[in-house]
């Protein structure tokens, strides 16, 4: 690694070693850096009142993780948390060295921006690659017409056009039964491509996740949420490690499928009249202790479960640099232990921020 890039990987390399680190991590296993698309980095929803806030993330919730890569939104909340909020506290996770991107917007229609329209946050904004998350099929949403929905997704997709982002539209996936029904009628109905899309939440239930299956066969993504409260598996949740195994018996395609964390989201459990039965706190942590269950307790080949937080998201959030360990790709590298799959070393472009399972940077106030 040279400044924040991947210079060189080869069986010998000749090079003046006293003039480098040397990290050596032989008998170890170097994994790409983590790429979670769903962070609610200044806290996500408080839908059971002003002290059910949840909290913002610290720089080490996301490198103890091996999450090198995010992309944070607003929730439920866009009143008391705002974009501009969401952009500083990007800017910050940035400058200690990780790679924040933001999505505009939030669950509600009309979109709230930071410029003056969505297509110029995402044209003239570094850090802005797409809007969401946008809820469909919950009763927290704006419960959006198809009509509403597709001019959003043309904003973000010309926006995307323009600056050569992906202006991919993150769809919070609710659990009433219509689920990627609105998205379906979009495609249908416009010129829209399924791939501006991107729906999370899909192993919330049997039939959103067959549901799913079924959006990636006709070009889709999906995505699904690694945090859990205790008692969400009770309601019909699928544990993610288990809902990629069904996935791919069902001759899913791997590039079409990506796991985030949904970190600092609050989890809310409603009964079936509406009413809030219990509320907890999504941690960045799930999302690599999913893909370990998926490698360990569902025997999913390791090459094969690791692309659903590295080289998938990468692609479909358009990150040309992120992903995958490359030459001229971001140095962004986990180094775990091959006996248990803890993280032990993460790396984010070219700095080390986590260094024997311990942080080597942390936010000025942790
Ligand atoms: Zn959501």
């Known amino acids: 690694m040279c400044g924040e890039k991947i210079l060189a990987i080869d069986e010998e390399i000749s090079i003046d070693w006293n003039h480098l680190n040397v990290i050596d991590a032989a008998g170890k296993l170097v994994f790409p850096g983590f790429v979670d698309s769903l962070v609610h980095i200044t806290g996500g929803g408080g839908e059971g009142g002003f002290d059910t806030r949840t909290p913002e993330v610290n720089v080490t919730d996301l490198t103890k993780a091996g999450v090198t890569t995010l992309v944070a939104a607003l929730g439920t909340d866009s009143i008391s948390r705002s974009l501009p909020n969401l952009l500083a506290k990007?800017?910050?996770?940035?400058?200690?060295?990780?790679?924040?991107?933001?999505?505009?917007?939030?669950?509600?229609?009309?979109?709230?921006?930071?410029?003056?329209?969505?297509?110029?946050?995402?044209?003239?904004?570094?850090?802005?690659?797409?809007?969401?998350?946008?809820?469909?099929?919950?009763?927290?949403?704006?419960?959006?017409?198809?009509?509403?929905?597709?001019?959003?997704?043309?904003?973000?997709?010309?926006?995307?056009?323009?600056?050569?982002?992906?202006?991919?539209?993150?769809?919070?996936?609710?659990?009433?039964?219509?689920?990627l029904g609105l998205l379906r009628e979009v495609v249908e109905k416009t010129s829209i491509p399924i791939t501006q899309f991107y729906p999370t939440h899909i192993n919330r239930s049997q039939k959103l996740l067959d549901d799913g299956i079924d959006f990636t066969k006709k070009g889709g993504y999906i995505d699904l949420t690694t945090s859990s409260s205790p008692s969400s598996f009770e309601f019909g949740e699928i544990k993610c490690s288990k809902a990629l195994k069904y996935f791919l018996e069902n001759d899913g395609d791997i590039t079409r499928i990506s796991f985030s964390s949904d970190g600092h989201a609050s989890l809310p459990e409603f009964d079936s009249k509406g009413q809030l039965k219990s509320i907890d706190i999504g941690l960045e942590s799930s999302l690599f202790e999913e893909v370990r269950d998926a490698i360990i307790e569902e025997e999913l080949d390791i090459a094969l479960a690791l692309k659903v937080i590295t080289s998938t998201p990468a692609d479909i959030l358009k990150l040309p640099t992120k992903g995958r360990l490359k030459v001229g790709f971001d140095a962004d590298i986990v180094i775990l232990d091959r006996t248990n799959l803890s993280v032990e070393t993460v790396i984010s472009r070219g700095n080390i921020v986590l260094e024997n399972s311990e942080p080597t940077v942390k936010g000025r106030f942790e």
């Open 90 to 179: 990007a800017k910050e996770l940035n400058g200690f060295g990780l790679s924040c991107y933001v999505y505009s917007g939030s669950y509600h229609l009309p979109i709230k921006t930071i410029t003056e329209s969505l297509q110029s946050d995402i044209m003239l904004i570094q850090e802005c690659i797409g809007v969401g998350e946008i809820a469909i099929a919950d009763h927290r949403g704006s419960q959006p017409s198809y009509r509403q929905l597709a001019t959003v997704a043309a904003d973000a997709r010309v926006g995307g056009m323009l600056s050569g982002k992906s202006g991919i539209v993150s769809i919070h996936t609710g659990p009433s039964c219509e689920c």
